[in-house]
């Protein structure tokens, strides 16, 4: 499975911004997907989940301003960003998981997209 992030660059406080995330490979519509970003200085952090059934959850610093979604036919993740704060200048990971049968599960991280909120 092959990952790629598309939608970054810069946008002023307020504004809004949508990453898009193309995978490769087959499998995406039993892929658990999902959104990370890790600003400047800072750890990896979830941001907003979808499970291969459309259970959407996002993290508490972006709830009510970024909104996950996922097209099956498309192959495509998507994380509509509104709102968008200084705090959310980061580069934004597309992930994926794939979990089999056993338990067991495998991870696919996309090469990332700059996002910078800046007045």
């Known amino acids: 499975v092959q990952l790629v992030e598309s939608g970054g660059g810069l946008v002023q406080p307020g504004g809004s911004l949508g990453l898009s995330c193309v995978a490769s490979?087959?499998?995406?519509?039993?892929?658990?997907m999902a959104w990370y970003r890790q600003g400047p200085g800072k750890q990896r952090e979830l941001v907003a989940s979808?499970?291969?059934?459309?259970?959407?959850d996002t993290a508490d610093p972006v709830k009510g301003r970024f909104t996950v979604s996922r097209d099956n036919a498309k192959n495509t993740v998507y994380l509509q960003m509104n709102s968008l704060e200084l705090e959310d200048t980061a580069v934004y990971y597309c992930?994926?998981?794939?979990?089999?049968?056993?338990?067991?599960?495998?991870?696919?991280w996309g090469q990332g997209t700059q996002v910078t909120v800046h007045s």
């Open positions: 992930h994926a998981k794939l979990i089999f049968a056993g338990g067991s599960s495998t991870e696919y």
């Open positions: 490979g087959g499998l995406f519509q039993i892929l658990n």
């Open positions: 979808i499970t291969h059934g459309g259970i959407t």
